[in-house]
């Protein structure tokens, strides 16, 4: 028997996530298109080891601009669903003068 095929409308929930650095590291920014045009709805987020952030559902590129804070060390950001393993995982250092860092991301 054939599995129910998923509604085509909107992709999975995608979520922003951080792994390693200090404990309470957080990455602070807003999500946007390519062209930097932010989205509304996603700007001053704020993404910790405890709690991510929700993505954008419609499929497409974008970039997470972000300044870390609160942390030492590198770390990593990834985007997962909620069922599945991290995918796109970037490697990030904590920048000298709390610049601002690009994680790029694609919703399927």
């Given amino acids: 028997p054939s599995a129910p095929a998923k509604p085509a409308r909107t992709a999975d929930p995608q979520y922003l996530i ?16 390519p062209d930097g ?5 996603f700007a001053n987020l704020a993404v910790t080891k405890m709690s991510a952030a929700s993505l954008p559902t419609e499929p497409g590129s974008y970039e ?16 997962r669903s909620e ?6 995982v970037r490697d990030f250092e904590m920048a ?3 610049g ?7 919703i399927p």
């Fill in 37 to 41: 045009e932010t989205l509304p709805g």
């Fill in 96 to 98: 000298s003068s709390g």
């Fill in 18 to 33: 951080l792994t390693g650095g200090s404990p309470f590291l957080r990455a602070i920014g807003s999500v946007r298109r």
């Fill in 100 to 106: 601002f860092q690009l994680y790029r991301f694609t």
């Fill in 83 to 88: 069922t599945g393993a991290p995918r796109n």
């Fill in 64 to 79: 997470f601009r972000f300044q870390a804070s609160n942390g030492t060390g590198d770390f990593k950001l990834a985007q």
